[in-house]
């Protein structure tokens, strides 16, 4: 699929002045039940590589009506900003209480958070398989069409699954899971946590894609933006020079820097060691050539930019953005690549891609409306789309 369009408008001064309004829709998001008014309180966030969450708080006098009749689950909590809609999932908890009715809500892979994965698969070597596929499988086939889809996910005239690929190698990885073992989501969820992926959930719509792929770019962002001044950083800590792969059976697949200069200026060999037991089951076996390779493969990538320390720009987390920021509230997309570059006030220049990694949205009385951010380093190799 193309790459999502979140090209920055030119309406830089939208924060911190943005109204939201509440509706209730049934399962599914098409039956509009009612909107929830007056809203004491609004709260909700976007996040990489989780489940993002939802708080409305109403007062109750003006339409108990419509608050006595909510349900968890089988109604959703739709969020506009603007009148344009931000956010939107099922209702999973609410609280009454004598002026004010709480409502809270998660996004739509709550949904494959409380779904068993009542098949299982193997991906053991030889038949190591797509990590981008494989999440797309999830979703698509065991959780959301596997009922009939009453979520609406994945209709052929609105399919909200978004599997984002590029035209390179993308991540594979071997994985064995056995039916009854884990719930939809800790499966997917593990593919971005150990196995080269990333996914957020904006709307109704789950993108995810290689963690390399730079599918959305922001305009640089320099520290004069930033409401808390940044740090930088270099880690010791995560520096390697060589790496080895092994099943820790006597086998395993080695890189090396390949610029000598990396070997002799820090002493000699710099080690990570990553073992997976799993890998191999006797070890009067060796792995196949192939399969040694393919550890070999994942040893340098573990080293990719690993040496020297790597430096990183620091922005601390719960950041808000001063006004002339370029960037605005719909282009701020979690997984979203941009430079953060501190070029003053510090002994140390550093120009850094970065990824945003939450934003949450809070508006309440009298503060008015508060956008936060939170950024992580990117990874050391950035594709580009093509």
Known sequence: MSMLDISVRANFGDFSCGTHRALIYSLGGQVLIGE??????????????????????????????LLSQLRCVSMELHILRFDAEVWCGPITRIEYEWDICKVYAEDILWVAKRR??????????????????????????????????????????????HPVHHSGAEPRSTRTVNPYQVTIWEDFDKYAEDMGADYTVLGRDVYYWDNHLAWATLPPLTEEFISQFP???????????????????????????????????????????????????????????????????????????????????????NTTL????????????????????????????????????????????????VVQFTAISAPATKIDPG
């Not at 809203?39 to 006098?61: E, H, K, M, P, Y």
């Not at 060691?273 to 070890?283: K, M």
């Not at 140390?348 to 939450?358: A, D, G, M, P, S």
């Open 36 to 65: 929830l008014d007056p809203l004491l309180a609004v709260q909700w966030n976007r996040i990489r590589d989780d489940i993002s969450q939802a708080s409305i708080f109403v007062g109750s006098s003006a339409c108990c009506e």
């Open 116 to 161: 068993v994965l009542e098949i299982g698969y193997n991906q053991a070597w030889p038949n190591i398989g797509d990590v981008i596929d494989r999440m797309d499988w999830l979703l698509r086939t065991q959780c959301f069409g596997a009922y009939g889809d009453n979520w609406r996910m994945t209709a052929a005239t609105e399919d909200h699954l």
């Open 231 to 317: 740090r930088v950083v270099e880690y010791g800590n995560q520096l390697y020079n060589r790496a080895f792969v092994t099943n820790g059976r006597g086998y395993a697949g080695r890189a090396d820097n390949p610029d000598p200069l990396m070997i002799t200026s820090f002493g000699g060999p710099v080690d990570a060691l990553i073992t997976n037991a799993e890998e191999g089951e006797d070890a009067a076996d060796p792995p196949a050539p192939e399969e040694l390779a393919s550890w070999a493969e994942t040893a340098l990538h573990t080293i990719d930019g690993a040496a020297p320390a790597p430096v990183a720009i620091v922005i601390p987390a």
């Open 322 to 369: 001063m006004p002339g920021a370029p960037w605005n509230i719909d282009s701020m997309l979690p997984g979203a690549w941009f430079q953060a570059q501190i070029t003053q006030n510090l002994c140390r220049t550093v120009t850094e891609w970065q990824r945003i990694n939450e934003i949450v949205v809070t508006e309440s009385a009298p503060q008015g409306e």
